[in-house]
């Protein structure tokens, strides 16, 4: 079954609504959490690394003003896509591994979120 | 920079051949190499990880190597089946736990 789980799986709203997406570990502790966008067609391309109790690590190119992360918990992370605009329309997924100290573990992925702004 | 490239991006192929699928990496100071399956619309399934270490690793009908060195790494299906249409992603991750995915392989299989 699922160890990673991600909420929503669709949302559709209209330009200017800031969009929450939950990530959830569900069966380990996940010190780290990881934000991937996927255009159409595309590969996944990292946004930024979540570090539970510390601030968000953002890739190069990527508004850490537009994209809020929070990650309360070790099994919690949370995105934020604020005042979404259509650009910002695509696939977001998150994935976590155990915490440090199980080496060269898998990448744990959720279902995704299609993030629709019309 | 790491730069992953996958070949072929799309192949369509009838039920029962076996298939290789390519990867290959431009740095080769790599922690492991993970392949991934991922069906439209969906997330990430995990199919096979190989250690810096390792030569390949295999899990049913499917096998993957890696060829450190020179940076590549295949993923072999035998006897396909429709239901392994997907798109296949290989992944490496680095010391820092940050994947670096490739462009994709499309791949169909008809019956």
């Known amino acids: 079954g699922a160890v990673v789980s991600q909420h929503p799986s669709w949302v559709i709203c209209k330009s200017g609504t800031s969009v929450k997406i939950e990530c959830r570990s569900l069966d380990f502790q996940a010190t780290t959490m990881f934000w991937y966008r996927q255009f159409p067609k595309q590969s996944l391309m990292l946004m930024a690394t979540s570090n539970e109790g510390s601030k968000a690590t953002y890739e190069q190119g990527v508004e850490k003003d537009k994209f809020l992360i929070n990650h309360a918990s070790l099994t919690l992370s949370t995105l934020t896509v604020t005042s979404a605009h259509p650009e910002d329309s695509s696939f977001y997924i998150c994935?976590?591994?155990?915490?440090?100290?199980?080496?060269?573990?898998?990448?744990?992925f959720g279902d995704g979120t299609r993030l629709s702004i019309l | 920079k790491q730069e992953v490239t996958q070949i072929p991006a799309a192949l369509s192929v009838p039920e029962g051949e076996n298939l290789v699928l390519n990867c290959s990496f431009t740095d080769s100071a790599i922690y492991n190499l993970q392949w991934f399956r991922q069906d439209p619309g969906k997330g990430l399934t995990s199919l096979l990880l190989i250690q810096s270490s390792q030569r390949e690793q295999t899990s049913g009908r499917l096998n993957a190597s890696l060829d450190k060195s020179s940076g590549r790494s295949t993923l072999y299906i035998a006897a396909s089946q429709p239901g392994d249409s997907a798109t296949y992603l290989c992944a490496v991750e680095g010391n820092t736990d940050k994947l670096i995915f490739g462009t994709g392989t499309r791949l169909q299989v008809f019956p």
């Open positions: 994935s976590s591994t155990r915490t440090r100290g199980f080496s060269n573990q898998p990448q744990h």
